[in-house]
């Protein structure tokens, strides 16, 4: 992986792969195997991704989790997978089985009141084009609008939102927006649900692209590997850092090669 960088070593966990029978790869989907964009029912996966995820599905022992902080069933179709992958949305307040079955958090009264309410001040300032609506969260996207419109949504969703922050909701930044959810939505807290129901020795990665998937990457820290895909390495709580795609569909190869899904 040639702009793989860390200071450790990537080659002992995959030595632990291809000793092992069965494998966990958790992997976040908007902007981790998927580039952004502005109309998120067209955010396909990058060129070589889907059948490299195919064959680590089918032929490698391991159990497939694709996450995202957006809605669990909007994945299924973008994806095509067959079987389908296990998939947590909303950060971890929904869980999508690969038959079909669907869990999702119970959510107070008070805090969908709170979510109703910030839903109605957004569309009282006209940003309802820019909210996007989840299950026990409210977002507001600015990604790929020009500069001063960016700068006004934002300051109105902060104004907006900002002060239902505690009781419950939180305030939660990622790439290109801004979102108020339920304090218990966290890639942090899924994985830590995820570990509930795997063996202590089980190599499990995780590869995530954006603030909220910090919270992940310190819960395995420890535990297993942790990568930063993005295009450029900024401070993060992830082992290694991964350019994508082509640094993302080395690891997936090597992933396949180690754990013998390859022809």
Not at 49 to 55: A, E, F, G, Q, T
Not at 143 to 171: Q, S, T, Y
């Amino acid at each position: 992986m040639s702009h793989a960088v860390s200071v450790r070593d990537i080659r002992p966990f995959f030595r632990r792969a291809a000793a092992a029978t069965t494998r966990v790869l958790l992997i976040d989907y908007d902007g981790t195997i998927a580039p952004f964009r502005a109309d998120r029912s067209q955010a396909t996966p990058y060129s070589g991704v889907l059948p490299l995820l195919d064959r680590i599905n089918q032929r490698c022992g391991t159990r497939l989790i694709v996450m995202t902080g957006g809605s669990a069933e909007r994945i299924p179709s973008l994806l095509s997978l067959n079987p389908a992958p296990e998939i947590w949305g909303a950060c971890g307040l929904e869980r999508l089985y690969p038959d079909g079955r669907y869990v999702g958090a119970e959510i107070t009264d008070k805090d969908l009141d709170a979510l109703a309410k910030a839903e109605s001040l957004l569309k009282q300032q006209r940003l309802t084009k820019y909210v996007e609506i989840g299950p026990g969260g409210i977002a507001v996207h600015w990604r790929g609008l020009e500069h001063f419109e960016e700068v006004d949504i934002r300051m109105k969703a902060h104004r907006i939102l900002n002060p239902f922050a505690g009781n419950g909701l939180v305030i939660a930044d990622f790439d290109g927006g801004m979102e108020l959810r339920v304090a218990s939505a966290s890639a942090g807290d899924a994985i830590r649900s995820i570990l509930q129901d795997t063996n202590a020795d089980t190599p499990i990665a995780y590869l995530g692209d954006d603030m909220p998937d910090e919270d992940g990457f310190r819960v395995l820290n420890g535990r297993g590997l942790t990568a930063l895909v993005n295009q450029k390495h900024r401070f993060t709580a992830a082992e290694f850092w991964l350019r994508p795609p082509d640094d993302l569909i080395d690891f997936l190869k090597t992933w396949i090669h180690k754990c013998r899904g390859a022809a």
